[in-house]
C-alpha cells in the first residue's frame, strides 16, 4: 500500500500503529476550537470544492480585483465561471472581441515603456 506520493510509502504495519493509537488513546482533552463550526442549513443547495492551481502573479491580481470590487475571491472567481458557462456556445460579440483584442494589444505595447520607466526610476 502507498500514498498518493510515490517517495512516502505507507506500510500495513504503519496503518495498524495508526489505528490502535486512534482507538487507545483519550482525545477528550483536547481543546475545542474557539468558534464553533456553522453549516449551512439542509435545505442549501451543495457547493463543490475545486482546487485551481494559479502563478502567483494571476493569483495577485484576481485578489486585488476581488478586494477593489468588495467582494471574496470566491466569489469574483464564481462569477466569472458562470459569466463563461452562460456565454458557452453563444456566438462571440464582435464587438467585445475586438476590444479584448484592443485592450490586450494596448497592455502588450504598455509593458515595455512601464519597464522602462520603472528601470529609470531605481537608477536614479
Given at each position: 500500500?502507498?500514498?498518493n506520493d510515490?517517495?512516502?510509502?505507507?506500510?500495513?504495519?504503519d496503518?495498524?500503529?495508526?489505528g490502535?493509537?486512534?482507538?487507545?488513546t483519550?482525545?477528550?482533552?483536547?481543546?475545542?476550537?474557539?468558534?464553533?463550526v456553522?453549516?449551512?442549513p439542509?435545505?442549501?443547495p451543495?457547493t463543490v470544492?475545486?482546487?485551481v492551481?494559479?502563478?502567483y502573479?494571476?493569483d495577485?491580481?484576481?485578489?486585488?480585483?476581488a478586494?477593489?470590487r468588495?467582494?471574496s475571491?470566491?466569489t469574483?472567481i464564481?462569477?466569472?465561471?458562470?459569466?463563461?458557462?452562460?456565454?458557452?456556445?453563444q456566438?462571440?460579440d464582435?464587438?467585445?472581441?475586438?476590444?479584448r483584442?484592443?485592450d490586450m494589444?494596448q497592455?502588450?505595447?504598455?509593458?515595455?515603456?512601464?519597464?522602462?520607466?520603472?528601470?529609470r526610476?531605481?537608477?536614479?
Amino acid at each position: 500500500m502507498s500514498t498518493n506520493d510515490d517517495h512516502m510509502p505507507l506500510a500495513d504495519a504503519d496503518v495498524a500503529a495508526i489505528g490502535d493509537w486512534l482507538a487507545t488513546t483519550d482525545l477528550s482533552g483536547l481543546s475545542e476550537s474557539a468558534a464553533p463550526v456553522e453549516l449551512p442549513p439542509a435545505d442549501a443547495p451543495a457547493t463543490v470544492v475545486r482546487p485551481v492551481r494559479l502563478p502567483y502573479e494571476l493569483d495577485a491580481l484576481v485578489k486585488a480585483l476581488a478586494e477593489a470590487r468588495g467582494v471574496s475571491m470566491s466569489t469574483l472567481i464564481r462569477d466569472w465561471i458562470a459569466a463563461g458557462v452562460a456565454a458557452a456556445g453563444q456566438a462571440p460579440d464582435p464587438v467585445t472581441e475586438l476590444r479584448r483584442g484592443l485592450d490586450m494589444a494596448q497592455r502588450a505595447l504598455d509593458a515595455p515603456a512601464a519597464r522602462a520607466i520603472a528601470e529609470r526610476r531605481e537608477a536614479a
